[in-house]
Structures are given as structure tokens and as C-alpha cells.
């Protein structure tokens, strides 16, 4: 089982919804918790990251941990054909470490 | 400000050669990870250097080594290559005493191992 499960999609929504993406990890010991975007042969950008658990908000992007249940969610409103990319989660353990990422989800936003 | 740039962008070898990939962090970034991210697959740690030192390591064979040097830049080896090392690799910088924990990357070096 790995440590961190996402599902590889690929999800596609028209122009205008709600997405939600998903993470589940088995490590309890994970603190902290990111998302990146990355566009095709590109590397990954930086778009949400989150200390222990709660909410985060930025823009049309929002960021929820729940630790207790070992999933995390990356919210986009209001999709855009520019959100089409892979969106990887990520976590780590203890401050400056390793990353673990998920798989990724490959997201396409129809006009 | 300049982001974290690498080089080469594109390489191919062939089994058997050696690679060096180098890495430049972020403007006052002190410390460089290595990743490596085969296709339709999410990035696989592999080393991280801080102060010259490799700090933390994934589960990589000892083909692969590295170093930073003194302006914190640093370069990813990898000996007798094998078609399986195909992939990108991705190179990230943080700044290991601040308190958010926020890696940025790189653009990656795609490697084909032919």
C-alpha cells in the first residue's frame, strides 16, 4: 500500500464548476500538507500549503486537512480551461523533509 | 528574483553511461532535493543536500550521488545507467530555517536512457 493515494483521473468538467481533489494517506506522522499544479513537461508550482489540520483560502483555491481522518481536498471554484493540468498532493513529516507526493490527477476544464 | 533553474533540458544516454544534472536554487535558499518523476507518476525523493551534506535519503541505489557546493548549488549523479532511469528529474529549493516548509521546483531535466 503506498503512503499516499490519489486518484489518477483523468477528470474532466465543464468550464465554471466546483472541482474537488483528493488525497488519502496511511502516515499519521504527516504535518504537513501541499498541493501543486503541473502543466505537461513542466514542473511542478507551488498552489496551497497547510500546517496540521483546518482550512485554507486562496483566491478561488481552497485548501482542507483532516488529519483525524488522513484525507486531504484542494477545492477550485469557478474552473477555468487554464486549470487543466495534474494536480499532485503532497506531505512531509517533519520541517524541510522529504516530500511524498501522490500519484497526481490529470484535470481538464472543457470551454 | 530568479526561480530554481536546471540543466540540461533535455538529455539522452545510453545504458551503461553516466549522468550529471545540475541544479541552481532560488535566491536565498540554502537547500537542494532531488526527485525523480517517471511517467503518469507523482515525483519519488531522492536525496536532499544542506550545507554540503546529504541530509535525507529515499530509496535510491548508490548510483545515485550528489553534491552542493559552497553557493548552494548543487548536481545529481547517476552511474551505469539502466533503461528504468528514464524519467524527469526535479530539483527543489527551500529554505530549511524557516518555519513553512515550502519546496519550490525546477523546470526538471527529462532523461532517455536508450
Known amino acids: 500500500q503506498k503512503e499516499v493515494e490519489q486518484d489518477p483521473g483523468p477528470l474532466s468538467v465543464p468550464e465554471g464548476a466546483i472541482v474537488s481533489l483528493n488525497c488519502t494517506y496511511s502516515?499519521?506522522?504527516?504535518?504537513?500538507f501541499m498541493w501543486y499544479r503541473q502543466y505537461s513537461r513542466k514542473g511542478p508550482e507551488l498552489l496551497m500549503y497547510?500546517?496540521?489540520?483546518g482550512n485554507k483560502e486562496d483566491g478561488r483555491f481552497t485548501a482542507q486537512v483532516d488529519k483525524s481522518s488522513k484525507y486531504i481536498s484542494l477545492f477550485i471554484r469557478d474552473s477555468q480551461p487554464s486549470d487543466s493540468a495534474t494536480y499532485l498532493c503532497?506531505?512531509?513529516?517533519?520541517?524541510?523533509?522529504?516530500?511524498?507526493f501522490g500519484q497526481g490527477t490529470e484535470l481538464s476544464v472543457k470551454p | 528574483d530568479a526561480g530554481v533553474t536546471q540543466s540540461p533540458t533535455h538529455l539522452i544516454k545510453t545504458r551503461g553511461q553516466q549522468v550529471t544534472l545540475r541544479c541552481s536554487p532560488k535566491?536565498?535558499?540554502?537547500?537542494v532535493s532531488w526527485y525523480q518523476q517517471a511517467l503518469g507518476q507523482g515525483p519519488q525523493f531522492i536525496f536532499q543536500y544542506y550545507e554540503e551534506e546529504e541530509r535525507q535519503r529515499g530509496n535510491f541505489p548508490d548510483r545515485f550521488s550528489g553534491h552542493q557546493f559552497p553557493n548552494y548549488s548543487s548536481e545529481l549523479n547517476v552511474n551505469a545507467l539502466l533503461l528504468g532511469d528514464s524519467a524527469l528529474y526535479l530539483c527543489?529549493?527551500?529554505?530549511?530555517?524557516?518555519?513553512?516548509?515550502?519546496?519550490?521546483f525546477g523546470p526538471g531535466t527529462r532523461l532517455t536512457v536508450l
Open positions: 503532497a506531505m512531509s513529516h517533519n520541517q524541510g523533509g522529504k516530500l511524498i
Open positions: 527543489a529549493s527551500s529554505f530549511l530555517k524557516l518555519l513553512t516548509d515550502t519546496q519550490y
Open positions: 535566491s536565498g535558499h540554502d537547500t
Open positions: 497547510t500546517y496540521s489540520s
Open positions: 502516515n499519521s506522522a504527516f504535518q504537513y
